[in-house]
């Protein structure tokens, strides 16, 4: 069965500092992965996605993400945080058993200070 | 931004009253989610559509029936409405591979 896990489901970092938002998956067959964000009294936004090809991909925001096959891990970060950055991420995963279905992760509310 | 909007926005109900939830799209997508947003559970898949008149059951399906005549509108109802249902209601669309979702602008709903 596909899973997400999301490591710490708080994060703070002070601002300027280093993102890493962590998210290991379990897939049976090769996995599309994405990671979205949510602002307060928001819906879901998609901030990046992985599909094929490059490992590294860039999202909105100056938000990138690598793909990490052996690790099965897909980790987000942004080397300077914002303080707009502060919201909750969720990392997914689907794949084209999953009949058109996202299994998401519990979420990582991240917090950042001046 | 994908072509969803939800209404109601906002509901405030009495328990043990039938309350109707709709998702609107303008993207022509195939798939059509509805989920649930509670503090300490994340997002929880309550049905999907996969095509006209072509629904399944998610994970909290209990208490709640939904239906697809069309394309774009995909109807969430709650037969009788409890107040374990009281929670922020979100609707998502998908097309095919990758499957990646877009979602609605949310519907907060209270059930007293």
């Known amino acids: 069965a596909q899973s997400v896990t999301q490591l710490g489901s708080h994060v703070s970092v002070s601002e300027g500092a280093l993102v890493l938002l962590r998210c290991n998956y379990s897939?049976?067959?090769?996995?599309?992965l994405f990671w979205y964000v949510q602002y307060p009294n928001q819906g879901l936004q998609l901030l990046l996605k992985?599909?094929?090809?490059?490992?590294l991909v860039k999202g909105i925001n100056g938000f990138e993400a690598e793909f990490k096959k052996s690790e099965t891990s897909f980790h987000l970060t942004k080397p300077s945080a914002h303080m707009s950055d502060a919201a909750e991420y969720f990392c997914?995963?689907?794949?084209?058993?999953?009949?058109?279905?996202?299994?998401f992760g519990q979420g990582t509310e991240l917090s950042v200070k001046p | 931004d994908a072509g969803i909007t939800q209404s109601p926005r906002h509901k405030v109900t009495e328990t043990g009253t039938p309350v109707t939830l709709r998702c609107h799209q303008t993207?022509?997508?195939?798939?059509m989610y509805w989920y649930r947003q509670d503090p300490g559970h994340g997002l929880r898949l309550i049905h999907y559509?996969?095509?006209?008149?072509?629904?399944d059951k998610g994970e909290v399906s209990d208490g709640y029936s939904v239906s697809r005549s069309k394309t774009e509108d995909f109807l969430l109802t709650l037969e009788s409405a409890t107040s374990s249902q009281t929670s922020v209601y979100f609707c998502?669309?998908?097309?095919?591979?990758?499957?990646?979702?877009?979602f609605g602008p949310g519907t907060r709903l209270t059930v007293t």
């Open positions: 993207e022509n997508h195939r798939y």
């Open positions: 992985y599909t094929t090809g490059a490992t």
């Open positions: 897939s049976s067959v090769p996995p599309y």
């Open positions: 998502a669309i998908s097309d095919n591979r990758p499957y990646e979702q877009y």
């Open positions: 997914a995963v689907s794949n084209d058993n999953q009949g058109g279905k996202l299994i």
């Open positions: 559509s996969y095509g006209v008149k072509d629904t």
